[in-house]
């Protein structure tokens, strides 16, 4: 297998630039090849710029789908919703002629809303056209957060469905959003396009430490094995 693809850039700007670029090429390139495309978007700091550049492309938006990597269990208007995060972040651009499935639908936790999750993202075309992944300090992406409940399930894959339920109690970057639902492995892998963005050399630098660790250690090793259709889009490392 062809290996991951890192693209290494000194400032932030020339990273965002080249992967809005990118980003919209492969909505572009899906939309013409098969007249509709899918993106499951993370949230945080580090696709921010690049998705309020990329709201700005002139695109046939109307035949996007848009779901989230991951959510925390929180209705919208809450702290921490990835869903009002992505709305923000699109507001006032032709991007809000997107279709979006959230993945909150209000049960009482990701477990028990699982199946619903799963049977409303079951209306945005699969295999993703494309997945946007960032990573936390700790080695985790999506909602993969080292020993967390529910990740030996989500990291499984023999395990077909899309979307797993995540209790990252304990995990202290999840902060006090410890419920979660995320895409599986096997979802993520079978992306047509996996982006990960590491806008810092420390980033860069647990990225490539986790290929020496567990998996459920650094759960972003999984990405190591995805092969040429990873691409990372990286600050370069401090000499
Ligand atoms: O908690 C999370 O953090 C990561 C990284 O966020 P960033 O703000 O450092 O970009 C994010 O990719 C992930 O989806 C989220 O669960």
């Not at 062809?2 to 390139?29: E, N, W, Y």
Request: aromatic residues 6%; hydrophobic residues 45%.
């Amino acid at each position: 297998m062809a290996s991951m693809d890192i693209r290494l850039f000194k400032d932030k700007s020339a990273l965002v630039d080249a992967a809005t670029t990118h980003l919209s090429a492969v909505l572009d390139d899906a939309l013409k090849a098969r007249g509709r495309a899918s993106a499951m978007l993370s949230g945080g700091s580090s696709p921010k710029p690049i998705y309020e550049a990329l709201g700005k492309v002139p695109l046939a938006w109307s035949g996007v789908g848009i779901s989230l990597v991951d959510e925390r269990w929180v209705p919208r208007g809450s702290a921490g919703s990835n869903a009002d995060f992505i709305q923000a972040c699109f507001a006032g651009t032709e991007a809000e002629n997107a279709f979006f499935v959230p993945l909150y639908n209000g049960d009482t936790s990701p477990e028990t809303g699982l199946a619903a999750a799963e049977q409303a993202l079951a209306l945005i075309a699969q295999p993703f056209d494309l997945c946007v992944l960032g990573m936390g300090m700790d080695g985790h992406t999506a909602s993969w957060f080292p020993y967390s409940g529910g990740l030996v399930a989500a990291l499984d894959l023999d395990n077909t469905a899309t979307l797993a339920a995540i209790d990252a109690s304990g995990c202290a970057v999840a902060g006090d959003h410890t419920d979660r639902i995320t895409l599986t492995l096997s979802a993520v892998a079978a992306s047509r396009n996996i982006i990960l963005l590491l806008p810092s050399a420390e980033k860069l630098s647990v990225f490539k430490a986790a290929a020496k660790k567990d998996p459920l250690e650094a759960p972003v090793k999984n990405l190591h094995a995805l092969g040429d259709r990873l691409t990372v889009y990286a600050l370069e490392e401090l000499k």
